[in-house]
């Protein structure tokens, strides 16, 4: 079975752009979590989507924003941004026993 | 409010040695689950093991092991006899049912150095 793919992997920004990062979940899992990983805040919940709708979501800024398609596939906006945005943005799949399964991330530098 | 504190930074040993990383954690919900994660320098997150709320039974496989007491509020992973790709930076995490357990709070992590 296919794990969890995030494409970019890598990705080089300037402030004020906007950036889109895509997840494909695990097939068959229909559970797509969001988390962003810095050095100075660690991991932190961005969203998560259930059936194309958000069902839960963290303290963030509206700058970020997700989505969900009938394909379970996932897709994180960030716009407008900004050099703190720079971080590790992981993607997990969940499935029926509520385990989340990790994609290998995309790392975004705002410059 | 939940929380999962890993008050150890970084671990150093040598191969072979046992070594134990540290997890407590701060709920309210009655049920929850708690995970491991290990995170190499590649950067993903490999699931390690999952507990409920409801399962104190400790649990091995292979040279790992995780200690669960509710009493303590501590979910404690030991690695036997380390090896050097057992280097990673180590994830405690709590989800909770108010979220549908899809929201994970993570610990700081514990960097685990295994030298030669």
């Known amino acids: 079975k296919a794990g969890v793919t995030q494409t970019p992997r890598y990705l080089i920004k300037t402030r004020g752009q906007q950036v889109t990062l895509s997840c494909s979940p695990i097939?068959?899992?229909?559970?797509v979590s969001w988390y962003q990983q810095t050095p100075g805040q660690g991991l932190q919940f961005l969203f998560e989507y259930f059936s194309e709708t958000q069902r839960n979501k963290g303290n963030f800024p509206g700058r970020f924003s997700g989505r969900q398609f009938s394909n379970s596939r996932s897709e994180m906006n960030v716009s407008t941004l900004e050099l703190g945005d720079s971080a590790l943005y992981l993607c997990?799949?969940?499935?029926?026993?509520?385990?989340?399964?990790f994609g290998p991330g995309t790392r975004l530098t705002v410059l | 409010a939940q929380k999962v504190t890993q008050a150890q930074t970084e671990i150093s040993v040598v191969e072979k040695e046992d070594v134990t990383l540290d997890c407590v954690y701060e709920t309210r919900d009655t049920t929850y689950y708690l995970f491991w994660y290990k995170q190499p320098p590649s950067g993903e997150l490999v699931f390690l093991i999952r507990?409920?709320?409801?399962?104190?039974q400790n649990e091995i496989s292979g040279r790992y092991s995780w200690n669960f007491q509710k009493s303590t509020s501590s979910f404690n992973f030991t690695i036997t006899a380390s090896q050097v790709v057992d280097s990673a930076v180590y994830f405690c995490?709590?989800?909770?049912?108010?979220?549908?357990?899809?929201?994970?709070?993570f610990g700081t992590g514990t960097r685990l150095l295994v030298s030669p």
């Open positions: 997990a799949s969940s499935g029926s026993y509520n385990e989340q399964f």
């Open positions: 097939s068959g899992h229909r559970s």
């Open positions: 995490a709590l989800s909770e049912a108010d979220t549908g357990f899809q929201k994970l709070v």
């Open positions: 507990r409920n709320s409801f399962d104190e």
